[in-house]
């Protein structure tokens, strides 16, 4: 069972930036594919950030050039740099993990962006 726990949330202005943390544990290997979705109130969860089972990197078009996804093998840890903050970038942050056929869900941090 691989258990997940993000950290770095909080309420921050527009225009500032956060970093998010996703600590992995439970695996005996390195998860390759993982990644953080979001989901605003009344809105369905979307993909913010994440890497692929090949490695590779995808972004949601609206934080292309503002959020940076990196990673720490050693620590099997997942990481969200987010900069140029925007009122629309509020909600709950989930880290995701899929090692295999399974998928893992963190419990999820807020991340709030005022005006």
């Known amino acids: 069972q691989v258990q997940l726990v993000e950290s770095g949330g909080g309420l921050v202005q527009a225009g500032g930036s956060l970093r998010l943390s996703c600590a992995a544990s439970?695996?005996?290997?390195?998860?390759?594919?993982m990644g953080w979705y979001r989901q605003a109130p009344e809105k369905q969860r979307e993909l913010v950030a994440r890497f692929t089972s090949s490695g590779s990197t995808n972004y949601a078009d609206s934080v292309k050039g503002r959020f940076t996804i990196s990673r720490d093998n050693a620590k099997n840890t997942v990481y969200l740099l987010m900069n140029s903050l925007k009122p629309e970038d509020t909600g709950v942050y989930y880290c995701?993990?899929?090692?295999?056929?399974?998928?893992?869900w963190g419990q999820g941090t807020q991340v709030t962006v005022s005006s």
């Open positions: 439970g695996s005996r290997s390195t998860i390759t594919a």
């Open positions: 995701n993990a899929r090692p295999g056929p399974f998928e893992f």
